[in-house]
């Protein structure tokens, strides 16, 4: 009998994580990061800086991601890899090595959006999580993105809105940045947060229509609180810290609900399923949770590996192009800007 198994290797490096995965099917066999420490000391991601990491990274990324799964790259039945969107350098290291990779092997080789992936990533098989019916919303919430997308079905997607500067993540880091707290400070904020009373410092929400967001305006008036406050008392910041991050948090948490709560509204789908490494956030998971007894939400968030950024999700969509046989040649090239 033949053997209906379908094993792929997905590729991913579209930022500054550079990783590999072998699915089974829909079940993730290995899943490999390496996560570039380098952009520590510069308070960011740089370009540069990254490609170089993933062409230094990418063989042996590889390489373990096979030898965790156990399987022989001959065993392989297609590639997939991220064509975009994201930093144009770090693109094109994954795709010429998944297009080499195919050419080699004579396989398959599938293009894989960034931002579907992140929405799919909820269809891995995991038993310790249910997955959502169509249609459902989902927010990508990370460094990189923020957007809500109604999903129709697998490949059937319609961007509601997005934001107009900043990403969420983003806005995380930035306030951690003017607190003097070290690159990313995402967790770092959620972490004192606990600590603290999220109405001590009331900042103001953006007016933005629509399901847009934007963020810039948020960390420009924490720098001029800041400013204003340690002008008063230069202890402030260090005495005041979780006050001052559970009410960064709160704001930042308030934005994203009272999107999502319009979302909802709008589209009358009360399905609400979080991506992202924001979404890693306490606060924007208990959020969530009330919304189920409160609004009577069904809400999803994938396990944490499978939020940030992370091959396993290219492999998903990888399988589900397999099974349309939705194959591409080997002119395709990298895509920075890539629509869903
Ligand atoms: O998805 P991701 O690993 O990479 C991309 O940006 O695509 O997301 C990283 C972002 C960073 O901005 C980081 O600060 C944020 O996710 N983050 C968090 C938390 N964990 C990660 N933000 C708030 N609370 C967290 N617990
Ligand atoms: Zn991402």
New binding site residues.
């Given amino acids: 009998m033949q053997n209906s198994t379908k094993y792929i290797l997905a590729i991913e490096s579209s930022?500054d994580?550079t990783s590999a995965a072998v699915l089974a099917n829909e079940k993730v066999l290995s899943n490999v990061v390496a996560n570039q420490e380098i952009h520590q000391k510069y308070g960011g991601v740089v370009p540069e800086l990254a490609s170089r990491a993933h062409q230094q990274n990418i063989v042996p990324v590889v390489d373990q991601a096979l030898k965790q799964a156990n399987i022989n790259k001959n065993q392989l039945s297609a590639i997939a890899f991220t064509r975009g969107p994201g930093l144009m350098g770090s693109l094109l290291v994954g795709t010429s090595f998944a297009k080499s990779l195919a050419l080699g092997l004579a396989i398959p080789l599938i293009e894989v959006n960034h931002m579907q992936a992140h929405i799919l990533a909820h269809f891995i098989e995991d038993k310790t999580q249910k997955t959502p019916k169509f249609p459902f919303l989902a927010m990508t919430i990370?460094?990189?993105?923020t957007q809500i997308v109604l999903v129709k079905s697998y490949f059937e997607m319609e961007v509601l809105g997005q934001t107009l500067d900043d990403?969420v993540?983003?806005a995380?880091?930035k306030s951690a940045k003017i607190l003097g707290l070290p690159y990313?400070?995402?967790?770092l904020?959620?972490n004192y947060a606990k600590e603290g009373n999220p109405l001590a410092y009331p900042f103001p929400k953006p007016k933005v229509d629509g399901l847009n967001f934007s963020f810039s305006g948020l960390k420009t008036s924490i720098l001029y609180f800041l400013q204003r406050e340690t002008q008063k008392n230069p202890q402030f910041k260090s005495e005041n810290i979780a006050d001052i991050c559970a009410s960064i948090q709160y704001t930042i948490l308030e934005i994203l609900m009272d999107k999502l709560t319009i979302a909802v509204a709008q589209t009358e789908v009360k399905r609400v399923a979080i991506g992202?490494?924001?979404a890693?956030?306490?606060g924007i998971r208990q959020r969530l949770r009330e919304a189920e007894n409160k609004m009577g939400w069904e809400t999803y968030i994938p396990k944490f590996e499978y939020?940030?950024?992370n091959a396993a999700m290219i492999g998903i969509v990888g399988y589900l192009k397999y099974l349309n046989k939705d194959f591409v040649n080997q002119s395709v090239v990298a895509k920075a800007r890539y629509v869903i």
């Fill in positions: 930022c994580d990370s460094g990189g993105h990403a993540g983003e995380f880091d990313p400070g995402g967790p904020i959620d992202g490494g924001v890693a956030n306490s939020c940030t950024d």
